[in-house]
């Protein structure tokens, strides 16, 4: 199975570059985190905490509304152990757009997770073994029950007293994980846990509440760069978030509040620095029906933020915003037009506007989307204001303004085959960049303007029933424009190409090939690290509810460099088994 491309508009501003993968596409594609899910579509990256859209890092990512991207780290880094792949209803996946509907920090584009309503009573069991002292164990369940009494239905603002068809409904559901690993260079384990519930009540047809809260724990060495080594550094991760989502007819209410903690002790140097953060927010969605104008979607967001640690003054910071979107289905053509705004209010930055125009046309086995927007990155806490053994802080960081541009061509004459191409162009003012100095530490500064433009290229193919084939290719050009040096971790070049087999009904063997071009790692573009070439082998069997599973990634035992250039691990494997109830 493949995920998806949305031709037009689907829900609140959906477009040709929104990628939509449901539970039932996550189940056939033999993915067991969702970071392998995110790593099967063209132009993303994810890993162990980040992800990038097209080279950018700057992904708002939404759990059930509620951002998770950590505010105290430097790339927008996602906890994706708060994510159960189990738990997952919906992913809706916006490149280089989303900014109108879902805030700022995403000029790479937007992630919206959605979990599962809970009904009767289902639940996952997991748990796998492998090299390098690697052992995972999870448990997800859920169950629903009915409650005494039922709600009136409303029928044009009259209620009616027949309420056989609107039970009570009151769902509850806990997750929970524990991961462990050795690691393959000195100082590099990691140990993370994590768990989670949620909360669910229908009361009618109408109004649904959901309450979810979420843990997790993480201690991990920091083995530092190979020519910078860091032996006996450490770092300690603690989150906390919680969502309350409610909805009363066509009115969305969303209130979240996170917390982050992050500590970081190097006893060779003497360094230990403590940074917390908090933050809260409202969003408020309502669509209008407005005479000749028909619906338009519209929100208010409110945020606030606070820091504070054993090196910096307490501080706090407010963000509010207002936004509207709408569609319009012109009659003349097989188009749709959709445009909108956000008005942002900082109390740091100032304000901004963000607009953005969209046009999405099909003919037959064609569809054509463009897009234009506007949206703004601010610094992170930590780029401001947090210390390490290798990265000095600067409080005087400005917000990067970027505007985007993109153009998507996608074709599927039969459900068989389905391919696509789009060329985009990013332009970002005042970027927030890592800049390394000759010693090993460094800290972020505004460059004046750089660009980040290319294209992107997929396709899936199944020739056979039991064979799919699925290759990709990204081009992408990432410069700074004043200094005419190429931006550090962007490669130029990057193919994928996945195949799917199942030689029996009951037994899928997916071999995936990936190619990365050679990148700089430093801004200065004095050091870079050379391309490389990677194969991964995954094999599922399943006996009824239980699975089996083998993973093999870097099946030659390649040795490669990441883009900052950390070395990337050897040859790992993890083999396990899942069982539904």
Not at 135 to 154: A, D, F
Not at 366 to 374: E, G, I, P, R
Not at 378 to 387: A, D, V
Request: proline content about 5%; glycine content about 8%.
């Amino acid at each position: 199975m493949f995920p998806s491309l949305v031709s037009g508009f689907e829900g609140e501003g959906g477009h040709g570059d929104k990628v939509v993968i449901t539970a039932a596409e996550i189940k056939k594609m033999n993915v067991r985190s969702i970071v392998e899910l995110l790593n099967q579509v063209p132009g993303l990256n994810a890993g162990d905490s980040s992800v990038s859209i097209r080279g950018s890092y700057m992904v708002r990512v939404l759990l059930d509304g509620r951002p998770i991207n950590d505010p105290l780290s430097a790339h927008r880094s996602i906890n994706w152990g708060l994510v159960s792949l189990e738990n997952i209803e919906k992913v809706e996946i916006y490149k280089g757009s989303g900014a109108v509907l879902f805030g700022d920090d995403s000029s790479g584009g937007v992630i919206s997770i959605k979990t599962k309503d809970i009904s009767g009573f289902k639940g996952n069991i997991e748990l796998f073994r492998g090299n390098l002292d690697t052992e995972s164990y999870s448990l997800n369940c859920r169950q629903t029950m009915n409650m005494v009494g039922k709600e009136p239905i409303q029928h044009n603002a009259s209620w009616d007293v027949d309420t056989s068809t609107a039970p009570r409904k009151l769902g509850i559901g806990l997750c929970a994980a524990w991961y462990k690993t050795a690691g393959f260079r000195t100082n590099g384990d990691k140990d993370k846990k994590r768990i989670g519930t949620k909360f669910s009540y229908q009361s009618g047809t109408n109004n649904t509440f959901d309450l979810s809260l979420d843990y997790s724990h993480e201690d991990r060495g920091m083995p530092g760069l190979p020519a910078f080594p860091t032996p006996k550094a450490r770092a300690k991760y603690n989150t906390f978030g919680s969502s309350f989502l409610s909805g009363v007819g066509r009115l969305k209410v969303g209130t979240h509040f996170s917390t982050f903690e992050k500590e970081h002790k190097n006893p060779e140097t003497n360094l230990e620095t403590l940074l917390k953060s908090w933050s809260a927010g409202q969003d408020l969605k309502y669509p209008f029906s407005v005479r000749r104008c028909g619906l338009i979607n519209t929100g208010l967001n409110f945020e606030i933020a606070g820091v504070r640690g054993n090196k910096i003054e307490s501080g706090q910071e407010e963000r509010y915003a207002l936004y509207a979107s709408k569609e319009i289905r012109l009659k003349r053509l097989p188009a749709k037009l959709g445009f909108g705004l956000r008005c942002n209010l900082y109390s740091e930055y100032g304000r901004a506007f963000n607009p953005e125009v969209r046009l999405s046309v099909e003919r037959g086995a064609f569809t054509l989307q463009v897009s234009a927007l506007s949206t703004n990155n601010t610094p992170t806490f930590i780029q401001r204001y947090y210390e390490s053994s290798t990265t000095k802080p600067n409080p005087d960081l400005g917000m990067e303004k970027a505007m985007n541009y993109s153009l998507t061509l996608s074709y599927q004459p039969k459900k068989s085959f389905q391919g696509s191409v789009s060329v985009f162009f990013n332009k970002i003012e005042d970027r927030i960049t890592y800049v390394r100095g000759d010693d090993g530490t460094g800290r972020y500064e505004n460059l004046g303007e750089v660009t980040l433009k290319g294209s992107e290229l997929s396709m899936k193919w199944k020739p056979w029933k039991c064979l799919e084939i699925r290759p990709s290719y990204i081009y992408l050009l990432a410069r700074d424009e004043e200094t005419g040096n190429w931006l550090p971790c962007k490669p130029k070049h990057k193919i994928r190409l996945d195949l799917e087999y199942k030689p029996l009904h009951d037994l899928t063997v997916t071999f995936n090939t990936r190619y990365v071009s050679r990148q700089y790692s430093r801004s200065d573009n004095s050091e870079s690290v050379p391309a490389y070439f990677l194969a991964n082998f995954r094999a599922d069997y399943y006996l009824k509810k239980l699975r089996l599973f083998l993973k093999i990634e870097n099946l030659f035992d390649k040795d490669y460099y990441y883009g900052d250039g950390y070395p990337a691990p050897p040859r790992t494997w993890i083999t396990g088994v899942s069982y539904e109830f």
